[in-house]
């Protein structure tokens, strides 16, 4: 079999990914026997013009991570769909927006201003903003355009494969190259991870799932055989999709959602709320309002990962 | 739907654009009145757009 | 005025291009930095509970 020529890209994004794929170890020895990575910025020095001078499909397999939120990002993400054959999200934040998708509670302009305006730490009375444009004596310079709006890798391009995690395990990502190796991935629109939510997954007591009381995650330590949603302790395994070999629940941290909605769930912070309340065990109406004030950030906890892969992908501006 | 209503309000959808009322199928007239109020009062609120002030891409 | 780009500069953590601006003797006049990108952490942490503030930030940087 000829070699696979792989690419790698990133775009809001924070490395990690990347890094992923580096923490594969020795293994980075048969992803080389069995592909020639063509484009990779973290590691190769390919530059864009390097891929728009390649033929479309020339790549086979792109692995994109990094939400959309610029027009370079998206330019980017459309050359490298003209230019491969198969594109896999890569990640939670190409898959669901991921943490950068927080942006979404707020404008592009409130993130530019608290950016380089109003952060304490700033020394810019003269209000300096980047701009698309800007002129110098020598000509001119160009940056992208920043969007109020963070999007999902397959809300600009179409997408065969989606790889979740903050960032996908070591041993997902293996099984996304044994599964190149050997000619077998899924069906395309397939998320490579498990068909059933964390819950499954996770090994602690189920008992009885009904709290009368919410606490954030420093306010008790949690007995680390108990489930944590049984402890009061806002845990999003119910509605995330299992595959991660539950590493945040074994750190007895409650799961915050990287790996998406589960099968057959259109909107993950949607079923949190369900899965919350109907937990909730209250004795009256005060009651309730207590409990829903226990629960802090509900929007933000319960789309931590997936704010843009929501039905209302942003805070209305 | 208190806490619903709670993390639509981080969304930016105002409380009274989402409702909860228990009818049964023989109280016509409790019905109507309850979805023409809630039909004026979205009305009032006007059109929710989430492209409002920018959507991009 | 000759314009070299060095786009995207590779083989560290972020995106960035350079700008060389060379004279007509061929020598460089100017050189620019750009950071193409940003996502807003200075923002978005805002709000969120100071206890998930660890998990949110380290995504700053994932290397």
Same mark, same amino acid.
């Given at each position: 079999m000829a070699k696979l020529k792989l690419g790698l890209y990133w775009a809001a994004s924070c490395g990690g990914c990347d890094v992923a794929v580096l923490d594969i170890n020795e293994k980075i020895l048969d992803v080389a026997q069995l592909a020639? #990575?063509?484009?990779?910025p973290i590691a190769m020095d390919f530059k864009y013009h390097h891929v728009r001078a390649m033929e479309d499909g020339a790549i086979d397999v792109c692995l994109f991570n990094g939400a959309i939120r610029s027009s370079e990002q998206e330019d980017i993400a459309r050359l490298l769909r003209a230019k491969s054959k198969t594109m896999v999200a890569f990640g939670s934040c190409a898959c669901f927006?991921? #943490? +950068?998708?927080?942006?979404?509670?707020?404008s592009r302009d409130e993130v530019m201003r608290r950016a380089y #305006?109003?952060? +304490?730490?700033?020394?810019?009375s003269g209000a300096t903003l980047p701009q698309v444009r800007t002129t110098v004596p020598e000509g001119e310079l160009e940056l992208p355009e920043l969007y109020d709006t963070v999007l999902t890798l397959a809300q600009v391009v179409d997408v065969e494969y989606f790889v979740p995690g903050c960032p996908p395990p070591v041993d997902l990502i293996l099984k996304v190259v044994d599964a190149l190796a050997t000619n077998s991935l899924p069906p395309p629109g397939a998320v490579i991870a498990s068909e059933k939510t964390l819950c499954d997954e996770c090994e602690r007591k189920k008992e009885n799932k009904k709290i009368s009381r919410i606490y954030r995650p420093h306010e008790i330590i949690p007995d680390p055989e108990r489930c944590l949603l049984e402890q009061g302790i806002i845990c999003c395994g119910p509605a995330t999709r299992g595959g991660c070999g539950a590493l945040c629940i074994k750190a007895n941290m409650p799961c915050r959602g990287c790996f998406g909605p589960p099968p057959g769930v259109a909107d993950q912070g949607a079923k949190l709320v369900a899965a919350v309340a109907s937990i909730y065990q209250a004795r009256d109406g005060e009651d309730i309002a207590r409990m829903v004030s226990e629960m802090v950030d509900p929007a933000g906890t319960f789309y931590r990962f997936g704010l843009a892969n929501s039905m209302l992908r942003r805070k209305r501006l | 739907m208190a806490l619903l209503k709670n993390t639509l309000a981080q969304l930016?959808?105002?409380?009274?654009r989402v409702r909860l009322e228990w009818v049964s199928a023989s109280e016509g007239e409790r019905f109507a009145s309850i979805v023409n109020e809630m039909t004026e009062k979205v009305r009032e609120l006007g059109p929710f757009s989430r492209d409002d002030g920018g959507e991009n891409g | 005025m000759r314009k070299v780009s060095i786009d995207p500069i590779t083989r560290l953590e972020g995106h960035g291009k350079i700008e060389i601006f060379l004279n007509d003797d061929g020598d460089v006049a100017n050189a620019y930095l750009q950071i193409p990108?940003? %996502?807003g952490f200075e923002k978005f942490?805002?709000? %969120?509970?100071v206890e998930e503030l660890p998990r949110i930030v380290t995504r700053i940087c994932g290397v």
């Amino acid at each position: 079999m000829a070699k696979l020529k792989l690419g790698l890209y990133w775009a809001a994004s924070c490395g990690g990914c990347d890094v992923a794929v580096l923490d594969i170890n020795e293994k980075i020895l048969d992803v080389a026997q069995l592909a020639d #990575i063509v484009f990779w910025p973290i590691a190769m020095d390919f530059k864009y013009h390097h891929v728009r001078a390649m033929e479309d499909g020339a790549i086979d397999v792109c692995l994109f991570n990094g939400a959309i939120r610029s027009s370079e990002q998206e330019d980017i993400a459309r050359l490298l769909r003209a230019k491969s054959k198969t594109m896999v999200a890569f990640g939670s934040c190409a898959c669901f927006g991921g #943490i +950068p998708a927080l942006a979404n509670f707020a404008s592009r302009d409130e993130v530019m201003r608290r950016a380089y #305006i109003e952060a +304490p730490s700033n020394d810019n009375s003269g209000a300096t903003l980047p701009q698309v444009r800007t002129t110098v004596p020598e000509g001119e310079l160009e940056l992208p355009e920043l969007y109020d709006t963070v999007l999902t890798l397959a809300q600009v391009v179409d997408v065969e494969y989606f790889v979740p995690g903050c960032p996908p395990p070591v041993d997902l990502i293996l099984k996304v190259v044994d599964a190149l190796a050997t000619n077998s991935l899924p069906p395309p629109g397939a998320v490579i991870a498990s068909e059933k939510t964390l819950c499954d997954e996770c090994e602690r007591k189920k008992e009885n799932k009904k709290i009368s009381r919410i606490y954030r995650p420093h306010e008790i330590i949690p007995d680390p055989e108990r489930c944590l949603l049984e402890q009061g302790i806002i845990c999003c395994g119910p509605a995330t999709r299992g595959g991660c070999g539950a590493l945040c629940i074994k750190a007895n941290m409650p799961c915050r959602g990287c790996f998406g909605p589960p099968p057959g769930v259109a909107d993950q912070g949607a079923k949190l709320v369900a899965a919350v309340a109907s937990i909730y065990q209250a004795r009256d109406g005060e009651d309730i309002a207590r409990m829903v004030s226990e629960m802090v950030d509900p929007a933000g906890t319960f789309y931590r990962f997936g704010l843009a892969n929501s039905m209302l992908r942003r805070k209305r501006l | 739907m208190a806490l619903l209503k709670n993390t639509l309000a981080q969304l930016g959808v105002e409380e009274d654009r989402v409702r909860l009322e228990w009818v049964s199928a023989s109280e016509g007239e409790r019905f109507a009145s309850i979805v023409n109020e809630m039909t004026e009062k979205v009305r009032e609120l006007g059109p929710f757009s989430r492209d409002d002030g920018g959507e991009n891409g | 005025m000759r314009k070299v780009s060095i786009d995207p500069i590779t083989r560290l953590e972020g995106h960035g291009k350079i700008e060389i601006f060379l004279n007509d003797d061929g020598d460089v006049a100017n050189a620019y930095l750009q950071i193409p990108e940003l %996502r807003g952490f200075e923002k978005f942490c805002e709000g %969120r509970p100071v206890e998930e503030l660890p998990r949110i930030v380290t995504r700053i940087c994932g290397v």
